[in-house]
């Protein structure tokens, strides 16, 4: 699909602020709120914009804890593989395949320390994973959303 900068501009709005009405965006980006929303079902239908959530505080519902935790695999482990086992602990917010040494990073949340170490024991439980290495959060220092451009 073909974007122009209006609907980049769209999208940096809307990540911005994913309540934001038709008309509050069509008067950023010089458009009527019937051709924003026409916009907006066209990036929605061909795959550009996901979807709409809410972003929620950690620590507002009690999960201050959070770490990066290198998983080192065993030879034929695939990304599938991977995102099957990531998705099977909730306390893990993102999970990727990365370059290095390690096979995959995962971002884990959790209440406390020890919520933290039993989270680690049943990621390091999962058969394909032959050890880990673990980086526990002090600060979140930037956070931002994902965007195409700026608003």
Same mark, same amino acid.
């Given at each position: 699909?073909?974007?122009?900068? *209006?609907?980049?501009?769209? *999208?940096?709005? $809307? /990540? #911005?602020?994913?309540?934001? +009405?038709?008309?509050e965006v069509g008067a950023k980006v010089s458009?009527?709120?019937? #051709?924003? %929303?026409?916009?907006?079902?066209?990036?929605?239908?061909?795959?550009?914009? %996901?979807? &709409?959530?809410?972003?929620?505080?950690?620590?507002?519902?009690?999960? !201050?804890?959070?770490? &990066?935790?290198?998983? &080192?695999?065993?030879?034929?482990?695939?990304?599938?593989?991977? !995102?099957? #086992?990531?998705?099977? =602990?909730?306390?893990? /917010?993102?999970?990727?395949?990365?370059?290095?040494q390690a096979d995959a990073l995962v971002h884990?949340?959790?209440?406390? *320390?020890? =919520? $933290?170490?039993?989270?680690?024991? %049943?990621?390091?439980?999962?058969? &394909?994973?032959?050890? !880990?290495? +673990?980086?526990?959060?002090? +600060?979140?220092?930037?956070?931002?959303?994902?965007?195409?451009?700026?608003?």
């Amino acid at each position: 699909m073909q974007m122009d900068a *209006i609907d980049q501009r769209i *999208i940096a709005l $809307l /990540v #911005a602020d994913a309540r934001a +009405s038709y008309a509050e965006v069509g008067a950023k980006v010089s458009l009527s709120a019937p #051709a924003v %929303k026409r916009r907006v079902d066209r990036l929605r239908s061909s795959g550009v914009i %996901k979807g &709409f959530t809410a972003v929620i505080e950690p620590a507002a519902v009690g999960w !201050t804890t959070e770490a &990066f935790v290198e998983l &080192f695999c065993t030879g034929r482990t695939t990304p599938a593989q991977i !995102t099957v #086992a990531a998705r099977r =602990h909730p306390e893990v /917010v993102a999970a990727y395949t990365v370059s290095g040494q390690a096979d995959a990073l995962v971002h884990l949340r959790a209440a406390d *320390i020890g =919520h $933290l170490e039993q989270a680690l024991e %049943k990621l390091r439980a999962e058969s &394909f994973v032959t050890s !880990t290495r +673990s980086m526990v959060v002090l +600060s979140r220092l930037v956070e931002t959303p994902t965007t195409v451009g700026p608003v």
